[in-house]
């Protein structure tokens, strides 16, 4: 597992109230890769994400990371290597303090007491909540909760980063913090979100879904400029690549 | 409704209290645990018209209380909940029972009525004590003592994902509540013809959540085991906290000391 490639063949996926939301979706990332996974709300974004940590199982075709197959039996290994952010960051902390929710995933893997602690009080001190530690997880605002739902992620230091909209519900000071955050994370990550100016700023390759399947896969930096692609499927283009609202100067890109 | 919503919310009020830093929280949750099935057992082992003896009995959660500096009125509300069954139980008591029982010397009250009491009591105790153990330890930490006694893992298990269930589903009720009742124009309660699909929804809602909370626990290593990090040791403190109401409740189980004060007192 030295190298975690992830590989993914015609992944086909149907919700058992019949709704289709995978329709044949082929990718491969390489280690290190930083990419960026847009498109409109319901074209199967979260649902591709799930199928990368095992929570859902496609109907057909296979996915595997590091040359192992994403099956029930290596769901520990791949977990250990990939660490997931949810869309809902409610669904993600459950006990009864922050610092308790962050040190979940450490101590689930035996590491000793002070490690723990190190790892906590690092990663909550990256998301900026350090000062949270010891309030309880369903008292904090939405945007706190995000920031503590990522620590938890952070503290398992995955070797892949996959996230579900990180950037939503935080302010712009937290929203910066976190991108300063993952430019620095060299490893792989995996980025479903809305916020293109951030896929723009983070990721070099974007892959756009409608539908259920990959309408392209590319160059962010070409991918996002393309008014009319964009406009297909629902999306705009990046603040940061349109042109100046008020003085109407295209900007250089 | 705002009201009952804050209520609901206050479900997590005793993992919150666990939190806190008193003697009795720092004392090793094993030793409270095991304190706790003692005082159960022998609060359970009291036959019916054993009334007087329990008394003395009532001193441990009170003490408890006091020195784990725990609000009482929140602890009173989550007895009213249960105080149906209990006073259910004991009903028919005083109907059937009429043999008369002398209480003291100078007064005498059905058996009936004894026994209803003593089922009031041991109810209130009992439950109590339950409570009590929570608001000092932490559900995650009486799961560990557990574990400890070799308690198999399965039922651990079951405990506590059924206790995180009941705040999910609480958690689901408020916000479904909430939403109803902003766009009800402000009637009073929820409608009854509203009931089912309401109800309908809330069942689904909360099994994809607990599902949803479930699978983020396993993607973060979860195999079975809740770790609440560093173990304390036990110490001598906690023993003799142990061995100190052990005997206190041993001595209370086969001398009635109400009675034994009453007739020294009536010199009888
Ligand atoms: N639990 C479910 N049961 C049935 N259908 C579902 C379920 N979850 C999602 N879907 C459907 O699957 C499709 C893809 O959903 P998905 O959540 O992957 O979208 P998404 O791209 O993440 O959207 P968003 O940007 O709104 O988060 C949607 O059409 C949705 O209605
Ligand atoms: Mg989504």
């Known amino acids: 597992m030295s190298h975690h490639i992830i590989q993914a063949n015609n992944l086909k996926y149907t919700y058992p109230d019949g709704r289709q939301a995978l329709n044949g979706v082929t990718f491969q990332i390489q280690h290190g890769e930083s990419v960026g996974i847009v498109g409109a709300n319901g074209a199967g974004k979260s649902t591709l994400l799930m199928h990368l940590v095992g929570i859902l199982f496609p109907d057909e075709g296979e996915i595997s990371v590091g040359e192992v197959p994403v099956i029930k039996k290596t769901l520990p290994v791949i977990r250990q290597s990939v660490g997931m952010v949810f869309q809902d960051p409610d669904d993600q902390l459950f006990m009864t303090t922050v610092y308790d929710d962050v040190a979940f995933g450490p101590r689930n893997y035996k590491l000793p007491e002070g490690e723990v602690e190190k790892r906590v009080k690092s990663s909550l001190e990256t998301v900026g909540i350090l000062h949270l530690m010891d309030r309880p997880p369903y008292k904090l605002s939405g945007g706190e909760k995000r920031a503590a739902a990522i620590a938890t992620v952070l503290a398992m230091k995955p070797d892949i980063l996959v996230m579900d909209e990180p950037s939503s519900a935080l302010d712009p000071k937290s929203r910066r913090r976190l991108i300063t955050l993952l430019k620095r994370f060299t490893h792989t990550k995996i980025i479903a979100s809305h916020d293109l100016d951030m896929v723009l700023e983070l990721c070099e390759r974007t892959i756009i879904l409608n539908n259920g399947q990959i309408i392209t896969d590319g160059t962010t930096l070409d991918i996002l400029a393309n008014e009319e692609l964009m406009e297909k499927c629902g999306l705009e283009m990046p603040l940061g690549l349109q042109g100046c609202p008020v003085c109407g100067a295209k900007k250089a890109t | ?268």
């Open chain 2, 1 to 268: 409704m705002s009201n009952m919503i804050a209520s609901l919310y206050n479900i997590r009020l005793l993992d919150e209290l666990a939190e806190k830093r008193t003697i009795i929280h720092n004392i090793h949750p094993l030793i409270k645990v095991l304190t706790t099935c003692v005082y159960l057992i022998v609060v359970v082992s009291f036959n019916k018209y054993e009334l007087s003896g329990l008394l003395p009995l009532v001193f441990y959660p009170v003490i408890i209380i006091a020195l784990a500096d725990i609000p009482i009125v929140p602890l009173l509300k989550r007895m009213l909940v249960v105080a149906p069954f209990i006073i259910g139980i004991g009903l028919f008591n005083p109907l059937f029972d009429h043999s008369p029982m002398v209480v003291l010397p100078w007064i005498q009250i059905s058996g009936g009525w004894i026994s209803f009491f003593s089922i009031l009591l041991k109810g209130v105790l009992t439950i109590l004590a339950a409570l009590v153990l929570i608001a000092t330890t932490g559900m995650t930490r009486i799961a560990a003592a557990l574990g400890m006694m070799r308690v198999p893992r399965v039922f651990i298990l079951q405990l506590l994902l059924t206790y995180r269930y009941i705040s999910v589903l609480i958690e689901e009720v408020g916000r479904t509540v909430r939403a109803y009742s902003l766009r009800s124009r402000g009637e009073k309660g929820i409608r009854f013809s509203d009931w089912g699909s309401l109800t309908g929804q809330l069942l689904i809602r909360t099994l994809e959540r607990a599902q949803r909370v479930y699978h983020s626990m396993c993607c973060r290593g979860f195999a079975g085991d809740y770790n609440v990090g560093s173990e304390k040791r036990i110490q001598i403190g906690d023993i003799l906290y142990f061995t100190g109401w052990g005997l206190y409740f041993v001595v209370i189980r086969y001398f009635n000391i109400p009675a034994a004060i009453g007739s020294l007192i009536t010199g009888v």
